[in-house]
């Protein structure tokens, strides 16, 4: 969670920042679900992905099965 400098997505004036945040959200989510993965856990992610993002998220995601 971002407490300082965080940045609305979408339409928010510093644009460039907000996106960076968002897919430093998604990476990050990945890679915590990868990691629980390897542990011998299932994971499971929750969060608000709309437009393209979903895809491409879901596609940071290592571990396979990934539904």
Known sequence: MIV????DVPGAAGEDRA???LRLRYRLSAATADAYAQAGFTAVVQDVALGPWPAEWVGLVRSRPCT
């Open 4 to 7: 300082s400098g965080r940045e």
């Open 19 to 21: 996106e960076a945040q």
